[in-house]
């Protein structure tokens, strides 16, 4: 009988009880793909007697994950503590040191220090696996890193946070407000009580950051990620994007130009029918272009106990058989550096979404200022009154009650980002809007 493989699971909440449920449930299967036993030798967690719904008397406990990491008894360290500092850092740091193979789920901590962490796991010849940091149970690391290596990769996109994706859902199908979908969201255990990470697009971002050194073969670069959040959709949006044909997704994209390559996580809207359309609720969904396989579209549980866990299992397994690759495909040292394409010369259509005060002349310079910038418009839409009446006067009239703001929703042909944030400066500046407009790029995926 080969040895066993020891490992040491350091943060026991949702995905290290997933994983210890996972061991229960399907170990002989485990044991037999990967051709030795594997077991579960040491634990560490913040809080030892909370109850989990599990025995952890046949694991040795440790208080401190850095001591267990450096531990004789365990040849992998899984790591399920969480954040880009302090104990998770630490904790890695030691193990890869000690010439421990480290499986992870933390996109904060490689988005920040995934180089350094790969270089060093390279250094102690040893893995550092993290499938299950991008999109939970999906298994794109994978994918990208060993599937899909015969092609040039172009461009990698996806809803990469279920938070973000359960409250524009809710938004669109029961018709809730902003604030609303995001309660439903934190009262289903979606969306934590501090959701800014999540609904700041900064999640989602880091997940963006790893896809993209998979796909380019460059370092990993979340600072230079182009990010806006869904607070500022608003029901309207939704409304006016289903006439239209679309439906809004907060979208991860990465894609190579000219000029470098764009990092951006933003609300989209997409063409209803498109596969990233149809992706609703808490789904994940990630689609990578290769040039000779076309596109690769991977739909599924972007987070949860079990779907995580599935990957961190996945990830053991690897370990277990001796498969072990450079964690960002090429070696460490021969990832390029990242080049960054600057997201005003990002080209696309444009959903502009303006509170027009009720005012002669107001429409007429809003379209003066758009064809200063030579933005051609596809379409132009007034929803009506957003209260009050319509105001006869002349254009110079102070603001009054009288003014009512109305939305005006602009559709732009092809153009560049530049000239539409030029565009609507100049109309900001003409003060004929009640409030700062709302731009929300639309792409035909
Ligand atoms: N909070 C994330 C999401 C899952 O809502 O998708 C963990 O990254």
């Given at each position: 009988?080969?040895?066993?493989?020891?490992?040491?699971?350091?943060?026991?909440?949702?995905?290290?009880?997933?994983?210890?449920?996972?061991?229960?449930?399907?170990?002989?299967?485990?044991?037999?793909?990967?051709?030795?036993?594997?077991?579960?030798?040491?634990?560490s967690?913040?809080?030892?007697?909370?109850?989990?719904?599990?025995?952890?008397?046949?694991?040795?406990?440790f208080d401190d994950p850095v001591k267990m990491a450096e531990d004789?008894?365990?040849?992998?360290?899984?790591?399920?503590?969480?954040?880009?500092?302090?104990?998770?850092?630490?904790?890695?740091?030691a193990?890869?040191?000690?010439?421990?193979?480290?499986?992870?789920?933390?996109?904060?901590?490689?988005?920040?220090?995934?180089?350094?962490?790969?270089?060093?796991?390279?250094?102690?010849?040893?893995?550092?696996?993290?499938?299950?940091?991008?999109?939970?149970?999906?298994?794109?690391?994978?994918?990208?890193?060993?599937?899909?290596?015969?092609?040039?990769?172009?461009?990698?996109?996806?809803?990469?946070?279920?938070?973000?994706?359960?409250?524009?859902?809710?938004?669109?199908?029961?018709?809730?407000?902003?604030?609303?979908?995001?309660?439903?969201?934190?009262?289903?255990?979606?969306?934590?009580?501090?959701?800014?990470?999540?609904?700041?697009?900064?999640?989602?971002?880091?997940?963006?950051?790893?896809?993209?050194?998979?796909?380019?073969?460059?370092?990993?670069?979340?600072?230079?990620?182009?990010?806006?959040?869904?607070?500022?959709?608003?029901?309207?949006?939704?409304?006016?994007?289903?006439?239209?044909?679309?439906?809004?997704?907060?979208?991860?994209?990465?894609?190579?130009?000219?000029?470098?390559?764009?990092?951006?996580?933003?609300?989209?809207?997409?063409?209803?029918?498109?596969?990233?359309?149809?992706?609703?609720?808490?789904?994940?969904?990630?689609?990578?272009?290769?040039?000779?396989?076309?596109?690769?579209?991977?739909?599924?549980?972007?987070?949860?106990?079990?779907?995580?866990?599935?990957?961190?299992?996945?990830?053991?397994?690897?370990?277990?058989?001796?498969?072990?690759?450079?964690?960002?495909?090429?070696?460490?040292?021969?990832?390029?550096?990242?080049?960054?394409?600057?997201?005003?010369?990002?080209?696309?259509?444009?959903?502009?979404?303006?509170?027009?005060?009720?005012?002669?002349?107001?429409?007429?310079?809003?379209?003066?200022?758009?064809?200063?910038?030579?933005?051609?418009?596809?379409?132009?839409?007034?929803?009506?009154?957003?209260?009050?009446?319509?105001?006869?006067?002349?254009?110079?009239?102070?603001?009054?009650?009288?003014?009512?703001?109305?939305?005006?929703?602009?559709?732009?042909?092809?153009?560049?980002?530049?000239?539409?944030?030029?565009?609507?400066?100049?109309?900001?500046?003409?003060?004929?809007?009640?409030?700062?407009?709302?731009?929300?790029?639309?792409?035909?995926?």
């Open positions: 009988m080969n040895n066993p493989l020891k490992l040491g699971i350091a943060g026991l909440g949702t995905v290290g009880t997933g994983l210890l449920h996972i061991f229960q449930k399907n170990s002989e299967k485990i044991n037999l793909a990967s051709g030795r036993p594997i077991k579960v030798a040491a634990v967690a913040r809080n030892r007697n909370k109850d989990r719904g599990l025995a952890l008397s046949h694991y040795e406990w004789p008894s365990i040849d992998v360290f899984v790591e399920l503590i969480g954040g880009e500092e302090g104990v998770a850092r630490s904790s890695v740091e193990a890869l040191n000690a010439k421990k193979h480290v499986v992870t789920a933390n996109k904060a901590l490689l988005a920040v220090h995934g180089v350094a962490l790969s270089g060093l796991a390279e250094k102690n010849d040893v893995a550092l696996n993290f499938e299950a940091a991008i999109a939970g149970g999906i298994p794109v690391v994978k994918t990208m890193r060993e599937s899909l290596q015969g092609n040039t990769i172009t461009r990698v996109y996806g809803i990469l946070n279920g938070t973000c994706n359960y409250i524009l859902t809710k938004m669109e199908r029961e018709g809730q407000a902003y604030d609303e979908a995001l309660k439903d969201a934190q009262d289903a255990g979606f969306a934590e009580v501090d959701p800014t990470f999540d609904v700041g697009g900064f999640d989602a971002a880091h997940k963006l950051s790893l896809l993209t050194s998979l796909a380019f073969g460059t370092e990993i670069s979340f600072e230079n990620i182009y990010i806006e959040g869904i607070s500022s959709i608003s029901p309207i949006d939704i409304e006016v994007a289903t006439d239209l044909g679309y439906r809004i997704k907060l979208l991860g994209v990465a894609v190579q130009t000219e000029d470098g390559i764009e990092q951006r996580v933003h609300p989209t809207m997409v063409p209803f029918g498109s596969a990233i359309a149809e992706v609703n609720g808490v789904t994940n969904c990630v689609n990578i272009e290769g040039n000779f396989v076309g596109d690769v579209t991977l739909v599924g549980a972007g987070a949860g106990a079990g779907p995580t866990a599935s990957s961190v299992m996945a990830d053991i397994i690897d370990v277990a058989r001796g498969v072990i690759f450079p964690p960002f495909v090429v070696p460490t040292n021969q990832l390029v550096a990242y080049k960054r394409a600057r997201m005003r010369q990002h080209e696309g259509r444009y959903y502009i979404r303006l509170s027009v005060y009720d005012r002669p002349g107001a429409f007429a310079a809003i379209a003066n200022r758009m064809a200063e910038q030579e933005i051609s418009l596809e379409s132009i839409v007034q929803r009506g009154s957003e209260v009050g009446q319509v105001h006869q006067g002349n254009q110079n009239t102070p603001q009054s009650s009288f003014e009512s703001p109305i939305p005006v929703i602009l559709i732009t042909h092809k153009t560049c980002e530049n000239f539409i944030r030029k565009a609507l400066e100049g109309i900001e500046a003409d003060g004929n809007i009640a409030s700062r407009p709302q731009m929300i790029r639309i792409e035909n995926l």
